[in-house]
């Protein structure tokens, strides 16, 4: 008798921007809002299947979205950019070490890997010391597919203003949080999707990233069976903006969960 299919299931742990929704100070509406669909913190997600679990990013408010989700182990972190909303929570894996008694494997570009090894400099100095520090092996992404358990995430090139940044594909499904623009070889590694994610700011041109219009236009492009906009401002509220888009795209939020049969990864 053929095994059942090995399905995947994406968890969103945050679908905000860079200060969180509400923003420290703010009195706006969204910010205000009782919506519980309107509190996004930092972006993140994570991937399961059977016992695995795979992080794309590590963001400040990590260790509470692992409380709140019951993430108790990692197979592995994904690292799309640098930035400090997406890696500042490296720290907090070291409980998972802890129980998981060995190193977890942490996959980025060449300058985000810098990066994190500037930041958390102490966790790569070979010296004594006397507290504890996460235990990770370091390896850069080669243009390849990253395999974790036979699940293969496939690093997407995007631009971010004039940085660097990468989405992931897995199967059918592709995540990508900030970008300003796709390149037309990352496009087409994302055709044939049925669940994409693209970073949808708010609705006023950015420097650094995509709004509702432009991703609304890249939806158009792939034609994705279902689209998530995420790393969300203070700018849309999720009902009303919701209302205004067509129905194969949604907003995301904190919580959202989504499963799936695994696919092949081009």
Known sequence: MADAPRRLKLTVLGSGTSVGVPTIGCHCKVCLSSDPRDRRLRPSVCV??????????TGPDFRQQALAHGIERIDAVLY???HADHILGLDDLRPFNFHQKEPIPIH?????MGVIRRVFSYIFHDGPTESSRPRIVPHLFDG???DVDGVRFLPVPVRHGTGECHGFRFGRMAYLTDHSEIPEESLR????????????LRYKPHPTHSTVDHSLKTVARLQPRLTY?????????HQRAESLLPE??????DGLEIEMEM???P
């Open 48 to 57: 399961r299947w059977d016992e695995r679990v795979v992080m794309i990013d």
């Open 80 to 82: 799309t950019h640098a």
């Open 108 to 112: 980025a570009s060449e300058f985000t």
């Open 144 to 146: 390849a597919p990253i």
């Open 189 to 200: 590694l994302l055709e044939g999707l049925d669940v994409l994610f693209l970073d949808a």
């Open 229 to 237: 906009f995420t790393h969300i401002s203070h700018d849309l509220a």
């Open 248 to 253: 194969n795209v949604r907003l995301a939020y």
């Open 263 to 265: 696919g092949a990864t």
